[in-house]
Every structure is written in structure tokens, then in C-alpha cells.
């Protein structure tokens, strides 16, 4: 690396210069502390033209804010999500609640920063897509509520990915039945008689239903 302007004696926005680390190609790379505690690595030229303020910590607080702004934190919207992470820890830690077999009584637990901060939640929940159309789901429906493992999804998004769906294995490929019958394009209620009456799954996907029109023709 060529000399360079010894910047650690500056402040740009929260960033304060740690030392100068390998160019990326010829462009010269600086590792920052952000005031949040965040280290990141940051273009010289975008240092010193204050591009770049902070590790991304005031991107998000400013996007935050507008979510406040633009009514997404109502007293309506306050009070939603307030139930739903009343709901959420209820189902697992109260043993009195009406789902707790399904959650806490299967070891399913809320992350201490959520079960301690209903803020946290919020803030967590307005910076990834909440909206009052939309319900938490577990990614992985064994898995903890926590940040990694939760979405913001519609009620079909959800009902998909509940853990009481059907799993079949068509060509060593497994998928709900319901996305199968999406995919095959054939009523979801069809193909689960079928297989009440005994039906092969692939044979229950892919037989055309017969029209009342053409049973009628026949008869």
C-alpha cells in the first residue's frame, strides 16, 4: 500500500478511522468504529465526503422515523402489534394459554431481547416489512421466535408453513400439498379426497377432473 493521510486523528459523522486495510483494486479502504460499537470497512473517498456517516445504524434509525412519520406507528398499529407480542409470549411461557402445547410445551421460546422489550419487537417488526395486513411466522416452524426465524407474512403465506401440512416427496422433491396442487393447478380439496379414497399422490395431481357437462354427454 502507498502512503496515505493518516486519518485516525478524525471524526467523520459516527465513523472514527481505525487503521488503512488492503485497497480493493486501487481504491483505498479504511476499518471504522461506529459510535453503536459496529466495525466496517469504508472507501477513503467516501470518509472524507461524508457518503458514508455511519456503519448503516443512521440509515436505519432515519428509516424508522419514517415509518413514525407515515403513520406506521398509530395508536391502531401500536396496539396490534402490542397483542401480538402479548400473543407471542403467552404461547410460550403461559402454561394456562390455549396454544401452549404447541409452542412452549414443544420448547418453543422467545428470544430474551423480544421476551424482555416490547420496543425491541417493534422496532424490529417496523424495519422488516410489518404492515396490518401481514402475521408473524417462524421460517422454521420447530424454531424459536427470534429475529433470524421470523418473517412478516400474508395468512395463506402462513397456513403453507404450518408444521400439522402434508409433506409429499414427488421425483425425491418434498412440498406441502397445497403447493403442489399450485403447482399441478388442481383443486386442493380434489386431490385430498383422492387420496382419502386410497389415490398415488402423483396420480392424484395429474388426472384430469371430469366436467359435469362431459358425465352428463356420457350418460
Known amino acids: 500500500m502507498g502512503k496515505a493521510k493518516d486519518l485516525t486523528k478524525y471524526k467523520f459523522g459516527r465513523l472514527t478511522p481505525v487503521r488503512r486495510v488492503e485497497n480493493v483494486g486501487k481504491v ?3 476499518l471504522c468504529k ?3 460499537g459496529n466495525y466496517k470497512k469504508i472507501r477513503y473517498s467516501d470518509l472524507v465526503n461524508e457518503r ?3 456503519c448503516g445504524c443512521k440509515a436505519k434509525e432515519n428509516l424508522l422515523k419514517r415509518n413514525y412519520k407515515h403513520g406506521m406507528a398509530t395508536t391502531s398499529n401500536r396496539n396490534r402489534l402490542y397483542r401480538i407480542w402479548a400473543g407471542m409470549k403467552s404461547r410460550c411461557t403461559n402454561r394456562n394459554a390455549t ?3 404447541s409452542y412452549g410445551g414443544r420448547g418453543i421460546t422467545v428470544c430474551v431481547e423480544w421476551l424482555n422489550s416490547f420496543e425491541s419487537f417493534r422496532d424490529w417488526a417496523l424495519l422488516n416489512g410489518y404492515n396490518d395486513d401481514l402475521s408473524i411466522d417462524r421460517i422454521d416452524v420447530n424454531g ?3 429475529p433470524d426465524n421470523c418473517r412478516w407474512v400474508t395468512r395463506e403465506e402462513q397456513g403453507r408453513n404450518r408444521r400439522t401440512n402434508s409433506i409429499f416427496k414427488i421425483d425425491g422433491v418434498e412440498k406441502p400439498l397445497v403447493v403442489w396442487c399450485e403447482k399441478f ?3 386442493y380439496r380434489t386431490v385430498k379426497s383422492r387420496l382419502a379414497l386410497g389415490w398415488d399422490i402423483k396420480k392424484a395431481l395429474t388426472v384430469p377432473i371430469k366436467s359435469k357437462y362431459r358425465r352428463k354427454a356420457a350418460n
Do not use: A, G, M
Open 28 to 30: 483505498t479502504v479504511w
Open 34 to 36: 461506529c459510535d453503536c
Open 52 to 54: 458514508t456517516v455511519s
Open 99 to 101: 396454544h401452549y402445547e
Open 144 to 146: 424459536n421466535y427470534e
Open 185 to 187: 393447478n388442481i383443486p
